[in-house]
């Protein structure tokens, strides 16, 4: 597949285009310096801002699925949110229909009551509200999408052993990897388990 990857100099961007590389697709990958990229023979590197729409757009182009990993490098941004408002329409206007994202656990419907929760709310509480900004935004759109919400992220190899669910419940020892997220990622690529549904993780 040709996949278009936003967010790939992240900690579980990096995991999705080792892995991805690895199984096979074709990447192309937006990043605001492209020298925090893998170097590849499959993998096209575009210099921009996500929240730049004709620079997207390029990055969208003749692909077949979009995987985003953005997240936060500083307190207050909304970089989900704004990159979703010019991904989406990228997609859309280039036919694209997959999308997969990672969210975080503690977002919409996922707001339990619960230490985990509630933790989270505090010591995120600026990344948990653009996850929901950036949730509301996949949710009202035309696309086949499923969102990602993690357990408490950390290093470590890929498993592929871990448990999803839209009701799993998490708590403060909940764990996956880096890696873990990715291969979850690349693995429902081909699979509507999860389609149009939201699934936390944890191994």
């Not at 419907?109 to 619960?114: L, P, T, V």
């Amino acid at each position: 597949m040709h996949l278009a990857v936003f967010g790939g100099t992240g900690h579980t961007g990096r995991h999705l285009l080792e892995q991805a590389l690895a199984q096979g697709h074709t990447v192309t990958a937006l990043a605001r310096d492209p020298r925090g990229l893998a170097t590849h023979e499959r993998l096209r590197p575009v210099a921009g801002d996500v929240r730049d729409a004709a620079v997207v757009k390029q990055v969208i182009a003749g692909s077949d699925a979009v995987l985003s990993a953005l997240g936060q490098r500083r307190w207050g941004s909304t970089v989900c949110t704004d990159g979703m408002r010019t991904i989406l329409p990228a997609m859309q206007d280039h036919g694209v229909e997959r999308l997969i994202a990672v969210s975080g656990y503690g977002v919409a419907d996922s707001r339990h009551r619960n230490l985990y929760v509630a933790i989270a709310r505090v010591a995120i509480r600026s990344l948990m509200r653009d996850k929901e900004g950036m949730e509301d935004l996949i949710r009202a759109s035309a696309t086949t999408w499923t969102i990602v919400r993690p357990a408490l992220l950390t290093g470590g190899p890929r498993t592929g052993r871990y448990r999803t669910g839209t009701d799993l419940r998490l708590t403060i020892t909940s764990r996956i990897s880096y890696a873990d997220v990715a291969d979850f990622m690349l693995a429902h690529l081909t699979r509507d388990d999860y389609a149009c549904r939201a699934a936390a993780i944890t191994s």
